[in-house]
C-alpha cells in the first residue's frame, strides 16, 4: 500500500535554532517527492521538488534531502524564525500519476 | 501575475444542502484539482481536470463531482451534504497536469466549508 508518513507529528523550537522533519515513504513506482508549507488557514507552498536523482535541493533557508534506497526524505530548516510557524507536508508522486500525501508535521516557532 | 482564486472562502451549510464551488486557475495553466484537507486525514484528493477532461479521480463517493470550462476555470460541487464533508476545500493549478508527474503545484487559499 502506498504511504508517506512524517515525523514528528509537532514540533515546538526556539527562534533561531535548527530542525528536521522526517518523511518515510512507501509509494512504487517512485516519481518524484515534494514537500510544502502550509500556513494556518491558508493553502500549500511548494517548497521543493526532487526525482530520484536529486539528493538535496535548497531554497533559502529550507533544504531538502532524498534517500531513494531507504524511501527516505528530510526537511531542514536552519536559523528558524517565527514566520516557519507551519505545517509542513511531504507528498510522493507515483509514477502511476497519483499523488500520496503525509499528514503533516505542525512547527511551531517561539521567540 | 494573480494566483489561483477560490470563491467563497467561508459557507456555512445545512445537512442535505449542496454546494458548489468555484475555482480560477493561473492564467495560461490547463490542469486543476481539487482537495480535501481535514485535521483527522490530511489532504485528499478529489479529482483532476484537464482541458475541460477529467483525468483522474480519488476514492469520494458520487455526491463530489466537478467540471471545467474552456476558459479552465473549475467547479466542485457537493450535494447531499453531510456532516462529515466539513473541510477546507483546496484547488490546484498547473501548467500541464501538474497533479501528476513533476508538474509544479500552485494552491488557492481554500474555500471553508462548514456542514451544520
Known amino acids: 500500500k502506498n504511504q508517506v508518513e512524517q515525523s514528528p507529528q509537532s514540533l515546538i523550537i526556539l527562534e533561531g535554532k535548527n530542525c528536521t522533519l522526517q518523511c518515510n515513504y512507501t509509494v512504487s513506482p517512485f516519481s518524484n517527492l515534494r514537500w510544502y508549507k502550509q500556513d494556518t488557514g491558508r493553502g500549500p507552498v511548494s517548497l521543493t521538488i526532487m526525482t530520484f536523482s536529486e539528493n538535496t535541493k535548497s531554497n533559502g533557508r529550507y533544504t531538502a534531502t532524498l534517500d531513494a534506497d531507504t524511501k527516505q526524505s528530510s526537511l531542514h530548516i536552519t536559523a528558524s524564525q517565527l514566520s516557519d510557524s507551519a505545517s509542513y507536508i511531504c507528498v510522493v508522486s507515483a509514477s502511476t500519476d497519483k499523488l500520496i500525501f503525509g499528514t503533516g508535521t505542525r512547527l511551531q516557532v517561539f521567540p | 501575475k494573480a494566483g489561483v482564486t477560490q470563491t467563497p472562502r467561508y459557507l456555512i451549510k445545512t445537512r442535505g444542502q449542496q454546494v458548489t464551488l468555484s475555482c480560477s486557475p493561473i492564467?495560461?495553466?490547463?490542469?486543476v484539482s481539487w482537495y480535501q484537507q481535514t485535521p483527522g486525514q490530511g489532504l485528499q484528493f478529489l479529482f483532476e481536470y484537464f482541458s475541460e477532461t477529467q483525468r483522474n479521480k480519488g476514492n469520494f463517493p458520487g455526491r463530489f463531482s466537478g467540471r471545467q470550462f474552456s476558459n479552465s476555470r473549475s467547479e466542485m460541487n457537493v450535494s447531499t451534504l453531510e456532516l462529515g464533508d466539513s473541510a477546507l476545500y483546496l484547488c490546484?493549478?498547473?501548467?500541464?497536469?501538474?497533479?501528476f508527474g513533476s508538474g509544479e503545484l500552485f494552491f488557492g487559499e481554500g474555500s471553508r466549508l462548514t456542514v451544520l
Open positions: 490546484a493549478s498547473s501548467l500541464v497536469g501538474g497533479s
Open positions: 492564467s495560461g495553466h490547463r490542469s
